[in-house]
């Protein structure tokens, strides 16, 4: 069983940041990579960014060079930087783990609001 504890949300104006926190605990062998996810009211839950085990990233479009993902393997802990941030990027924002045979967990989420 895994646990993510995610932090860092809260109200920011536009062109602010924000950087997010998740700590994951229990037994992770079985993992892949670990990533961020949002989901605006009304709409689906979409990928933010993603980074595996071996350090390969992956963004969305729409945060590309804005926002940036990092992990310290040693603390078990993912990171979103998020910069610029703009109104629509107003979300919940999930933290995620998944890996093989079925390994895939979720963080409880964090709101992310900006707004002037």
């Known amino acids: 069983q895994v646990q993510l504890l995610e932090s860092g949300g809260g109200l920011v104006q536009p062109g602010g940041s924000l950087r997010l926190s998740c700590v994951a605990s229990g037994s992770m062998f079985r993992s892949i990579a670990m990533g961020w996810y949002r989901q605006a009211p009304g709409k689906q839950r979409e990928l933010v960014a993603k980074?595996?085990?071996?350090?390969?990233?992956n963004y969305a479009d729409s945060v590309k060079g804005r926002f940036t993902i990092s992990r310290d393997n040693a603390k078990n802990t993912a990171y979103l930087q998020m910069n610029s941030l703009k109104p629509e990027d107003t979300a919940i924002y999930y933290c995620?783990?998944?890996?093989?045979?079925?390994?895939?967990?979720w963080g409880q989420g964090t709101q992310v609001t900006v707004s002037s």
């Open positions: 995620n783990i998944f890996g093989f045979e079925g390994f895939d967990y």
């Open positions: 980074m595996t085990n071996s350090g390969s990233t």
